[in-house]
């Protein structure tokens, strides 16, 4: 081949073989983590479970909330959406993002899958911006 030749197709399945292989043990080790939540003092943690009509199956996501609400007042709530090969697990396992629970913000951190929490248009199941 000379430069400037398109990729052989047969370089092209082994690379797309490598990148199937590879998402899939990235989604394994995700889905074996050990879950280890950081929770401070005065502050309780609940895991949740909704089912979503866009996404038509359950959906988990995390809530961190300051241990005594106070009566009739509104807190400000704050949604924590985690990366690329992540899960909602990911911001109370690898910080300490629930004292601001303590100080009076309920966190809300949900599943979003590999979707970068928006319809996607290659799955019209995956309807996350819905």
């Not at 199937?20 to 995700?30: D, E, F, K, P, Q």
Request: hydrophobic share 35%; proline share 8%.
């Amino acid at each position: 081949m000379k430069n400037g030749d398109a990729t052989p197709p047969h370089t092209i399945l082994r690379i797309l073989l490598c990148a199937s292989l590879l998402v899939s043990a990235c989604h394994r080790a995700r889905e074996n983590k050990p879950d280890h939540p950081q929770i401070a003092k005065d502050v309780r943690m609940q895991d949740v479970r909704f089912y979503s009509a866009a996404l038509g199956r359950e959906m988990p996501y995390r809530v961190f909330l300051p241990d005594s609400l106070p009566a009739g007042r509104k807190l400000p709530v704050v949604y924590l959406l985690h990366g690329g090969d992540g899960s909602f697990r990911d911001w109370s396992n690898d910080s300490n993002v629930s004292e601001y629970a303590r100080r009076g913000v309920i966190l809300v951190m949900p599943e979003g899958d590999f979707s970068y929490y928006m319809n996607a248009v290659e799955s019209p199941k995956d309807r996350y911006e819905d």
